[in-house]
Antibody
Framework: QVQLAQSETEVKKPGASVKVSCTAS????????MHWVRQAPGQGFEWMGRINPSSGDTKFAQKFRGRFSMTADTSRRTINMELSSLRSDDTAVYYC?????????????WGQGTLVSVSA | SYVLTQPPSVSVAPGQTATITCGGENIGRKTVHWYRQKPGQAPVLLIYFDSDRASGIPARISASNSGNTATLTITRAEAGDEADYYCQVWDSSSDHLYVFGAGTQVTVL
């Protein structure tokens, strides 16, 4: 079955960077885009960007361009994201999510979420 | 940027029907997906392509989409339905290509 396993909670100070990983299993990892979606405390979901593991092609929401990056390690079936210049309003649970099929613009599978807390 | 509007909360008595709306300009021309999220958990896909139930979702959960409103319906509500429910669309004109509603908290009284 499809599973997405994320790295553990991170606590960072403002201005720092954070890396979160997402390791996939149970489907053809190389083919299907992996997305990152975050949820601030008590808030809804915000799509951040996506990466195609095979090509490395990325697309970002404008507000994150320049401080958000994603890389794929196909040998480890892992997507790594990094968010830099952290601010307090980056405090959120960060999810990786995917739709591992050929057609559809929704997310069948989500990681368990990684809490990133930014505080001085 | 495309905006999806959901009521903040909906209350329903056990055994009754809860209706959750998701408003958007000509949303009937888009495909709408619905998720359920319980406290401390990741979201779960309920409905895709307006009205198709995801694997394992019971038939008492249904959805439709027309005009400016998509609707998620939960019949014979039970305590386990208490959760936050989110609609989502893909919109090429939005910066955040995948747009979510703000969510509706369903309480089963």
């Amino acid at each position: 079955q499809v599973q997405l396993a994320q790295s553990e909670t991170e606590v960072k100070k403002p201005g720092a960077s954070v890396k979160v990983s997402c390791t996939a299993s149970g489907y053809n990892f190389r083919v299907y885009d992996m997305h990152w979606v975050r949820q601030a405390p008590g808030q809804g979901f915000e799509w951040m960007g996506r990466i195609n593991p095979s090509s490395g092609d990325t697309k970002f929401a404008q507000k994150f361009r320049g401080r958000f990056s994603m890389t794929a390690d196909t040998s480890r079936r892992t997507i790594n994201m990094e968010l830099s210049s952290l601010r307090s309003d980056d405090t959120a649970v960060y999810y990786c999510a995917t739709h591992p099929y050929d057609y559809g613009d929704y997310f069948d599978y989500w990681g368990q979420g990684t809490l990133v807390s930014v505080s001085a | 940027s495309y905006v999806l509007t959901q009521p903040p909360s909906v209350s329903v008595a056990p055994g009754q029907t809860a209706t959750i709306t998701c408003g958007g300009e000509n949303i009937g021309r888009k495909t709408v997906h619905w998720y359920r999220q319980k406290p401390g958990q990741a979201p779960v896909l309920l409905i895709y392509f307006d009205s198709d139930r995801a694997s394992g979702i019971p038939a008492r959960i249904s959805a439709s989409n027309s005009g400016n409103t998509a609707t998620l319906t939960i019949t014979r509500a039970e305590a386990g339905d208490e959760a936050d429910y989110y609609c989502q669309v893909w919109d090429s004109s939005s910066d955040h290509l995948y747009v979510f509603g703000a969510g509706t908290q369903v309480t089963v009284l």
